[in-house]
């Protein structure tokens, strides 16, 4: 059973922007943490942004004054905003609960930032 999928994945140049959506399909999703994670091939998966049940949000340093996490409970949908993104960005990102606890991650939605 999906659970997660997540969309709105591109390549985008230097300094652009792309808004990530993440469409959830699990009980509870409005009392939740949620979170967007990031991976690049080899490494380790990393959490990016995290939103509460009471919208407040949390952000890596690596993406603080960048990225934006916002959530509609009504649609069970969080988003990512993603500014002046920079190469590094360049990874598949995913949607999960936030802290993890071990629901199964969707198929990701790649985001690729070059000139």
């Known amino acids: 059973q999906v659970q997660f999928v997540e969309s709105g994945g591109g390549l985008v140049q230097p300094g652009g922007s792309l808004r990530l959506s993440c469409a959830a399909s699990?009980?509870?999703?409005?009392?939740?943490?949620t979170g967007w994670y990031r991976q690049v091939l080899g490494k380790q998966r990393e959490l990016v942004a995290r939103?509460?049940?009471?919208?407040?949000?949390e952000y890596a340093e690596s993406v603080k004054g960048r990225f934006t996490i916002s959530r509609d409970n009504a649609k069970n949908t969080v988003y990512l905003q993603m500014n002046s993104l920079k190469p590094e960005d360049t990874a598949v990102y995913f949607c999960?609960?936030?802290?993890?606890?071990?629901?199964?991650w969707g198929q990701g939605t790649q985001v690729t930032v070059s000139s």
């Open positions: 699990i009980n509870g999703f409005s009392a939740s943490g």
């Open positions: 939103i509460k049940s009471s919208g407040s949000a």
């Open positions: 999960n609960l936030a802290p993890y606890s071990g629901r199964a």
